[in-house]
């Protein structure tokens, strides 16, 4: 079937593929540039519909902003304050079902607002959150309640009462990986290590030129997606596309230190320049702390936190904390640039989130269209993927991502109560390699569902540290793209945090690095 019967409102790709004898031949339907959150979305809802599709990342999956961010699926509390209640209503509307399809990855998250003195007042907290509650479907999380806070999550003795509501947390690597598994076995063929270097209209499709891959040859493609994300412009460039007048990068950093308090609920503070932090459990012995919003240093690739703004998350804790973190505390820092679309805001962080799309048709309308992706963020990234898809005319199978599992999240049959079917998951992978620590059954039924079923036996092989096994590292390179120790370590798990040198080194040689 060719593309003239898949898609509509692109007639004129259609009659020119129709036409073989007078064009090169496309070998996709659509390529996508950006192995992204927006870009492996778009891939997977693509092939999903039926089209030949193409994924080209220069890198490693989720290897730029979509694995540095602050790993919530939300609404966004903070996006009220500055009116963003379309936005704010999506991505509450996204929540629970981006839970359904991926209870292994994305799981549900309480958390505090402590009421203090130079923060917001109360009653102001109390209307947005029961907006929040009410305006985005919300069904199986828990609403709202006010709690005591006296003695508390490690918090100072004059913090003594703030608010509890729901959002949910999210391995965004992982999350990105899933996408393009699921687009892989939909039919898309996804390659990683591909730099894009050159993008040329030719006859009505795309002249693909890359370093890395194909042999040399160029792909060719009847529609290109640009979802580079920060480099969006850059790809634009190769196209010889005008760049949008408005678009303004935004650096944000975080930083992990030992765990600050025992409670499995986050934070969600009030910092004293009027902006918000949250200090989130993460991995069990840490705490991840952020964000900040910085036009500073947000060209330097790839991005690095400074030291300035290390110490300003420190601080910006410390005021709420007993036991307040210093520098010294970090044991891994990290940052992420996001491609905003400039709505006029004076301060970065009240910049919109939202999406926007630049359309390039060429000089007529046989041209093959360019659909450049800005913004967005990692809870929005299902409707944004329609949303792209509508623009370029695709509308058949429309929806079809709202019900569709991830890869390993089918475990979860009925309803979003996973807590057993978990437990069931956990004794299963335990049947299938009865040695195996408890830690280490929780941790691989949380970050592969029933993906972990694949590979998990009674021998899983040598030991790289930690129960990071031989079996699990082969599953990450056969099924997930993993090429480096630090794909390994840093995307697909965070056992970087707990590897020393002499383990990421054996980890190093074992995937052939420097051979």
């Known amino acids: 079937m060719g593309i003239a019967a898949r898609l509509s ?8 593929l129709q036409d073989a004898a007078m064009e090169p031949p496309f070998t996709w339907d659509l390529a996508v540039i950006g192995g992204g959150v927006n870009g492996a979305a778009i891939a997977r809802d693509a092939a999903g519909r039926g089209l030949s599709v193409l994924l080209l990342e220069r890198g490693d999956l989720a290897q730029g902003t979509s694995s540095a961010s602050t790993k919530l699926i939300h609404g966004g509390l903070r996006y009220l304050e500055h009116r963003e209640f379309a936005l704010v209503r999506e991505s509450l509307h996204e929540r629970e079902i981006l839970w359904r399809q991926a209870p292994h990855i994305v799981w549900p998250m309480r958390f505090v607002v402590p009421l203090v003195g ?34 508390e999550m490690g918090l100072r003795e004059r913090i003594r009462a703030g608010y509890e509501y729901s959002d949910c947390w999210v391995d965004d690597a992982r999350l990105v990986v899933l996408l393009a598994r699921d687009a892989a076995d939909r039919g898309a063929e996804v390659v990683t290590r591909c730099e894009v270097t050159r993008l040329a209209r030719e006859g009505s499709g795309w002249r693909i030129e890359t370093r890395g891959a194909n042999g040399g040859e160029p792909f060719r493609a009847a529609m290109v997606v640009n979802a580079a994300g920060p480099q969006v412009g850059g790809v634009m460039d190769l196209a010889h596309e ?27 503070l009030q ?22 919003d910085s036009e500073e240093g947000a060209d330097i690739d790839p991005p690095r936190p400074s030291a300035a703004e290390i ?62 992706v800005l913004g ?5 990234h299902r409707t944004l993927a329609e949303a792209a898809l509508e623009r370029l005319g695709i509308e058949a199978d429309t929806g079809w991502t ?29 049947v299938q390699s009865p040695g195996m620590a408890r830690p280490v059954v929780h941790r691989l039924a949380r970050a592969y569902g029933t993906e972990a079923l694949r590979f998990v036996r009674a021998d899983m092989g040598r030991d790289f540290g930690h129960g990071f096994s031989e079996a699990e590292l082969e599953h990450l390179m056969r099924r997930e793209w993993a090429v480096t120790a630090e794909d390994v370590l840093w995307r697909r798990s965070k056992a970087g945090l707990r590897f ?12 052939g690095e420097g051979a």
């Open 9 to 16: 409102n692109i007639a004129s790709v259609a009659i020119a």
């Open 402 to 430: 709202a019900t569709a599992p991830l890869p390993g999240g089918d475990f979860v049959p009925d309803g979003l109560d996973e807590a057993d079917n978990l437990i069931s998951l956990e004794q299963e992978i335990a």
């Open 242 to 268: 005008a760049r949008p007048p408005l678009l303004r990068r935004v650096r944000g950093s975080h930083i992990v230190v030992p765990r600050l308090h025992d409670d499995p609920r986050a934070l969600f």
């Open 118 to 151: 130079e923060g917001r007042p109360a009653w102001m907290l109390r209307a947005g959150l029961w907006l929040y509650d009410h305006m985005g479907g919300r069904e199986a999380l828990p609403p709202t309640a006010r709690v005591d806070l006296s003695g």
């Open 271 to 292: 910092l004293a320049d009027g902006r918000i932090c949250f200090a989130i459990p993460y991995e069990h012995a840490f705490t991840l702390i952020g964000t900040t």
């Open 311 to 372: 110490a300003y998350l420190c601080e910006a804790v410390g005021r709420y904390f007993r036991r307040p973190p210093t520098p010294a505390d970090v044991v891994w820092a990290f940052a992420g640039v996001r491609l905003l679309a400039d709505d006029g805001s004076g301060k970065p962080e009240a910049a919109t989130r939202g999406y926007h799309f630049d359309l390039d048709r060429g000089r007529d309308a046989h041209s093959a269209p360019l659909l450049s």
């Open 376 to 380: 967005g963020k990692i809870t929005t």
């Open 500 to 511: 020393d040198a002499a383990q990421v080194a054996a980890l190093s040689a074992a995937m």
